[in-house]
């Protein structure tokens, strides 16, 4: 999960972290363990659902079927992300990304 603002991700990596929380519900329904991303500091399970909505919503924006309601589970509190750090990383690892975060950046400060 990075938490940022959707409207930062490029296609790949808000599909990307759609497709990921799926996958954390599923292993949690499974009852497998996400402790090796949890201390990573990649996970909020309570913040799991949440999520899953604004990035629904920027799919749909971005006209994205979204035909995978998320399985219902159990939240609890665990997990912390850094969107700081996370935001920096990704203006690092993706070059369509790092465009998006800087136009938003500047539409944020013009309003
Ligand atoms: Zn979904
Ligand atoms: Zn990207």
């Known amino acids: 999960m990075w938490n940022l603002n959707p409207a930062y991700l490029c296609t790949q990596h808000l599909?990307?972290?759609?497709?990921?929380?799926h996958q954390a519900v599923g292993s949690i329904l499974?009852?497998?363990?996400?402790?090796?991303?949890l201390e990573k500091g990649q996970l909020e399970i309570h913040n799991l659902k949440k999520r899953h909505a604004e990035l629904v919503r920027e799919m749909k924006k971005?006209?994205?079927n979204h035909n995978s309601?998320?399985?219902?589970?159990?939240e609890f509190y665990a997990g912390k992300i850094d969107p700081q750090k996370n935001k920096l990383d990704l203006m690092k690892r993706c070059k369509k990304c790092r465009v998006r975060i800087k136009d938003q950046d500047k539409k944020e400060k013009q309003t």
């Open 30 to 37: 499974k009852g497998r363990s996400l402790k090796g991303h």
């Open 69 to 74: 309601p998320l399985p219902d589970f159990e």
């Open 15 to 21: 599909l990307g972290e759609h497709k990921e929380i």
């Open 62 to 64: 971005r006209n994205f």
